[in-house]
């Protein structure tokens, strides 16, 4: 009877996956996040969770000797494994001379204990700028711990738990935000004798909350810099093959696709399967290299990025 019973859940379980990871699969070639409703399970469900899902839903109809529906689900997960190799990471050798700016993107994750070792990482780093997403707990303010520790850099603190620290002068700081509980703060700087426009921002990270109007208000918002040595950069809390990055994709350059190399997911620590931290530059800052840096410290990956002054 218990094992009637158990055969019977199993079965209801395997049909609903099926039904979930097929539909997941569709979503992804096709519309992605697109629809409010079913962009949750676009989010939920990158390449990599559908390989896996997929093949055990092979071999799970395999036994049942189900050989179509084992079939379909061992084609979906090859498929997807593939997209995932060929989209979700980047094949090429990093360059070996330094680009002539460097700039570090980290979501910290609110670190007490952590802080002092994440300090010394970032110093040792030797960036021209820093950016910080979730800078400290939300009851405690650690910024004098920051400025103490990296002594030869500029702090601009500002709303969305963000941070920038810039070796050079902070000329000018414009906050603001964007929809859906979203924020942006327009920094301008010199640095290396050179003028830099550094966007940063922090994106509502709640799963359903529509990504649409923030990703839209950003790029008319950068575009009205594009002719500026500008970066736009921070914990975007939105996979980089969203359809929403389209508008900001016409007139940028994400940093990994065009530099980097190995794994383009930044989260979630150990096993990053979304690319969720982003650098995109304008024409006028051409990337060189870009990596991800893996770490314990922070359930993000650093983005570390260096591009070179075009004319």
């Known amino acids: 009877m218990m094992r009637t019973a158990w055969a019977k859940l199993s079965f209801a379980c395997a049909c609903a996956a099926s039904a979930v990871v097929g539909v997941a699969f569709l979503i992804h070639g096709t519309i992605r996040d697109l629809v409010p409703g079913l962009a949750i399970l676009f989010y939920a469900t990158p390449w990599p969770a559908i390989a896996f899902g997929a093949a ?106 963000m941070l920038c620290l810039v070796r050079g002068t902070v000329e000018s700081v414009e906050e603001g935000r964007l929809a859906n509980r979203s924020y942006r703060t327009l920094i301008r700087a010199r640095v290396r004798d050179r003028d830099v426009t550094v966007l940063q921002v922090d994106l509502d990270g709640y799963p359903p909350t529509d990504r649409s109007a923030p990703l839209e208000e950003l790029a008319t918002l950068a575009s009205e ?28 350059t994400n940093a990994f696709e065009a530099a980097g190399s190995g ?13 969720l931290d982003q650098m995109w530059t304008t ?13 314990w410290r922070s359930d993000h990956r650093a983005v570390i990025a260096e591009f070179d002054f075009a004319p």
């Open 56 to 161: 055990l839903l092979a071999v799970y109809w395999k036994r049942r000797k189900r050989r179509m529906l084992a079939g379909l689900f061992a084609v979906i997960a090859l498929v997807a494994l593939g997209l995932w190799l060929r989209l979700g990471w980047q094949w090429r050798h990093t360059p070996g001379p330094r680009g002539q700016l460097r700039i570090v993107q980290w979501n910290v994750d609110r670190p007490v204990w952590r802080l002092d070792g994440d300090l010394r990482w970032l110093a040792a780093q030797d960036a021209d700028i820093i950016t910080i997403a979730e800078r400290h707990p939300r009851k405690k303010n650690t910024l004098d711990r920051w400025q103490a520790a990296l002594p030869d850099y500029q702090l601009v603190s500002s709303e969305g738990e």
């Open 225 to 252: 810099h594009r002719l500026e040595c500008l970066v736009v950069l921070g914990d975007f809390n939105t996979p980089a093959d969203s359809k929403f990055f389209l508008p900001l994709r016409a007139f940028t």
């Open 263 to 275: 794994c383009a997911a930044t989260w979630p620590m150990p096993v990053p399967m979304l690319s």
């Open 283 to 295: 024409g006028r800052l051409r990337p060189v290299r870009c990596e991800h840096m893996i770490s």
